[in-house]
């Protein structure tokens, strides 16, 4: 009971998009112009955010911020978070030969896009998971998400004899896209883009000859005590009730 179980790394799998929905720098600057709703130093702000910020022309955007015009609602949000999530995780099922009713637990990670139901009920609705899986759906917690993702399933595999754990990692931007001109807020325009992670983690002896790596280690350190950490990544309504993140 007390043997410590060890954690691997079976597979992983990252979004890959569709070709249409790719966008380049000068795809991305041309449509902030011409949207209309900035104006000159913010886009300029933009340009120099975005030519320094390494993503280069292979990025991607989801249809309601590239649609004209725009469309930022609720549906097609779940149509993104549907895209990613499902076309990656059909991935890493293939990799790895494992079936949806051998996943024992489930984490989903995704800061700032939590509807209802939750973004892990529609992968265990999706894939018609059995009822006893442990699922859990993380959110409000930024990019630090993805490590706490795989730091609880590392503890719940060590309490869990054989079994497998589906982590989920990713970020929603079709809600989050601002239109207006406060500068702290336009970050995430310049900076975010459509991605998603898939990672199959197991604690089964088998799987040890498969994997490819083993966990180790992993430290957590709570900052949240910390003002300037608190308020590090904040999401607010702008002076006209525009909601994004500063």
């Not at 120099?48 to 649609?67: F, H, K, M, N, V």
């Not at 051998?102 to 265990?124: A, G, R």
Request: with cysteine.
């Amino acid at each position: 009971m007390n043997r410590n179980r060890p954690v691997y790394l079976i597979d992983f799998a990252c979004y890959k998009p569709e070709e249409e929905r790719k966008i380049s720098v000068d795809g991305f600057l041309k449509m902030t112009e011409d949207s209309g709703a900035f104006n000159e130093e913010t886009v300029q702000f933009q340009q120099r955010i975005a030519t320094r910020s390494g993503l280069g022309d292979e990025a991607y955007l989801p249809q309601g911020i590239t649609s004209e015009p725009p469309n930022l609602s609720m549906a097609q949000a779940r149509a993104e978070a549907e895209l990613v999530i499902f076309k990656t995780v059909d991935a890493l099922l293939e990799k790895t030969g494992v079936k949806p009713e051998d996943i024992d637990i489930l984490i989903v990670n995704c800061s700032l896009f939590n509807p209802t139901p939750s973004l892990s009920s529609m992968i265990v609705n999706h894939y018609k998971l059995k009822p006893t899986i442990k699922t859990y759906n993380l959110g409000g917690m930024g990019c630090s998400a993805g490590l706490i993702s795989i730091d609880l399933a590392k503890h719940l595999l060590k309490a869990r004899p054989n079994s497998n754990a589906l982590v989920f990692s990713t970020e929603n931007i079709t809600q989050n896209w601002y239109f207006g001109n406060d500068r702290s807020m336009l970050l995430c325009n310049c900076i975010f883009r459509m991605g998603g992670a898939a990672v199959l983690l197991s604690n089964k002896a088998k799987d040890r000859g498969l994997a490819k790596y083993e966990l180790v280690h992993t430290v957590r350190t709570h900052k949240g005590s910390d003002d300037n950490s608190y308020n590090c990544v904040y999401q607010r309504e702008d002076q006209k009730g525009k909601l994004e993140c500063r």
